[in-house]
């Protein structure tokens, strides 16, 4: 069975930097992109960028471009969003989800990881 | 303001019919790429609904349909029950954002 599964909850300051998780299992995690979607508090789906663990490609939404760093360690089956210097505009939910090919779908998605970005 | 553009809600009674529509430009879904639905439950992660504009995953129920026509595609879902009450979203890619990847802003489905 296919499975994304994010890491916990974090609660941060503005100007902090973080790194959130999504650890793989079931497939072989460098043959499948893997994209990270943000949903804003009562707001819907942004695609923010995908990453190609098997030779590191990396795309970024326009928005999140400069923004945010999508990186993967084949080591381990798990890819990474991270943040140099957070903003509480950057309280969300982010997802992580499997995507099966080119201009193609995400499926499966992992449980989501809350950021909470406060003072 | 999403790229592709959905009706923020609709409703229907149970056993009713709804259609959900995602429309969208020459640079996305009319320059030719699928457009793929999400539903997400509330306080839930979004899951695969119908992919490639008209296929079902494994164990999703015939009542949902998916097509696309020009720049615009449609859910469709039939025998409405409670249980459909979510947000559903459709996806696809654009040319002119360096063919990344977009979303609707989302459809919430109220079951009357």
């Known amino acids: 069975e296919v499975q994304l599964v994010q890491s916990g909850a974090e609660v941060k300051k503005p100007g902090e930097s973080l790194k959130i998780s999504c650890e793989t299992s079931?497939?072989?995690?460098?043959?499948?992109?893997i994209g990270w979607v943000r949903q804003m508090p009562g707001k819907g789906l942004e695609w923010m960028g995908i990453i190609y663990p098997g030779d590191s490609d990396t795309r970024y939404g326009p928005s999140f471009q400069g923004q945010v760093t999508i990186s993967a360690d084949k080591s381990i089956s798990t890819a990474y969003l991270q943040w140099s210097s957070l903003k509480a505009s950057d309280t969300a939910m982010y997802y992580c989800?499997?995507?099966?090919?080119?201009?193609?779908?995400?499926?499966?998605w992992g449980q989501g990881t809350l950021v909470t970005v406060s003072s | 303001q999403s790229v592709l553009t959905q009706p923020p809600s609709v409703s229907g009674a149970p056993g009713q019919r709804v259609t959900i529509s995602c429309t969208g430009s020459?640079?996305?879904?009319?320059?030719?790429?699928?457009v793929h639905w999400y539903q997400q439950l509330p306080g839930t992660a979004p899951k695969l609904l119908i992919y490639g504009n008209s296929n079902r995953p494994s164990g999703v129920p015939d009542r949902f349909s998916g097509s696309k026509s020009d720049t615009s595609a449609s859910l469709a879902i039939t025998g409405l029950q409670a249980e459909d009450e979510a947000d559903y979203y459709c996806?696809?890619?654009?040319?002119?954002?360096?063919?990344?990847?977009?979303f609707g802003g989302g459809t919430k489905l109220t079951v009357l």
């Open positions: 996806q696809s890619y654009d040319t002119s954002l360096s063919e990344s990847g977009v």
């Open positions: 079931g497939y072989t995690f460098t043959n499948y992109w």
């Open positions: 020459s640079s996305n879904i009319g320059a030719g790429y699928d």
């Open positions: 989800a499997r995507r099966t090919g080119s201009a193609s779908w995400f499926d499966p």
